[in-house]
């Protein structure tokens, strides 16, 4: 699980940085950083109800 969680941090963090590339050489002149920015959102939120799964699910837990 520790794995699918940080490959999900690291497409997120692609991404993020693909919109700050595209940011710079576009300037603005087209969508993609846009795009960008939502597959990082959706990415975040995919990530978030992974996590709220797998703890239902109980394949995670609070460490004590």
């Known amino acids: 699980m520790k794995i699918v969680i940080i490959l999900f941090l690291l497409i ?9 590339f595209f ?3 576009d300037k ?3 969508d993609r950083t846009v795009r960008a ?7 975040s939120l995919a990530l978030f109800l992974l996590l709220m799964a797998s703890y239902k699910l109980g394949w995670i837990a609070p460490q004590r």
């Open 12 to 20: 997120i963090l692609a991404s993020l940085g693909s919109a700050l």
């Open 23 to 25: 940011l710079m050489r």
């Open 28 to 30: 603005g002149g087209t």
């Open 37 to 43: 920015l939502t597959w990082r959102v959706g990415l």
